[in-house]
């Protein structure tokens, strides 16, 4: 009797973020995230109006053109413009849905930084996000665990595992800590560069450096 191999579930990562602009400190830890859980695809998800935010600085379509502009000169990046496409405020827990409906067998990783994390439970639905994927949370070496741990609420805390042989038993619902290379880079930072008239271009890829002088934005 003949027994089907079953295939390992696909794996996507995904970053979703204000990208205004999007910079190394976006790219760069993500990329090594996503090379350390092993994942085939990496998906940038620009928000149209974030929630969290008043506004933006750069127009959807100007976002969406520097998001796009990472993406063709590295192949393992997508840019998804789902939530660009959306007249409504962009929700995680909506994308989300949608992703898991277009690939049912696929596992989801959410990646975000330590910050996003500490406001996580203001997120809209967040405890559904959590029954769609899991999260990886960028650190930063040497942050001692604990500290970030007596930050977290309770039912974030006891989410946390430590070991990516412990995540694989997890479809969704666990929070996993991830030591990236530490960048400080901010968007707030390379605007405010921009509008000091101060020296930016070592914060983003060249591309986008470019895109952003052509159109004279955040001045
Ligand atoms: P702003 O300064 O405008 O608030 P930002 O630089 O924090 O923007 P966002 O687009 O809001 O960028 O961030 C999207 C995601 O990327 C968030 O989860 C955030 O935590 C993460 N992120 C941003 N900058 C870094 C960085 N330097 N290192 C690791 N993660 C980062």
């Known amino acids: 009797m003949s027994t089907t191999k079953q295939s390992p579930p696909k794996l996507i990562a995904l970053l979703g973020g ?24 990496l998906h940038l998800i620009p928000a149209h109006i974030p929630p969290h935010k008043s506004g933006t600085h750069a127009n959807a379509k100007q976002r969406a053109d520097m998001v796009a502009l990472v993406c063709d000169n590295h192949k393992d990046l997508q840019l998804d413009k789902r939530e660009l ?22 596992d989801l990783y959410f990646i975000m930084g330590m910050d996003s994390l500490l406001t996580f439970t203001q997120w809209r639905s967040w405890q559904e996000i959590l029954t769609l994927c899991n999260l990886v949370v960028n650190i930063r070496p040497g942050y001692p665990h604990f500290e ?3 930050a977290l609420v309770p039912e974030l805390k006891h989410r946390l595992i430590y070991s990516l042989a412990q995540l694989q038993f997890h479809q969704s619902g666990q929070i996993i800590l991830h030591e990236s290379t530490p960048l400080d880079i901010s ?3 390379i605007r405010e560069k921009i509008k000091a008239n101060l020296a930016y271009a070592q914060y983003l890829p060249q591309s986008v450096y470019h895109y952003i002088e052509q159109h004279r934005l955040y001045r």
């Open 187 to 189: 968007s707030t930072l």
């Open 148 to 150: 970030l741990e007596s």
């Open 18 to 41: 204000t990208f205004d602009p999007i910079h190394l400190g976006h790219i760069l830890p993500a990329q090594e995230t996503a090379l350390w859980l092993g994942t085939e695809q």
């Open 85 to 106: 496409n959306r007249d409504s405020a962009s929700y995680t827990v909506d994308s989300l849905r949608e992703i898991k409906a277009e690939q049912p067998g696929a």
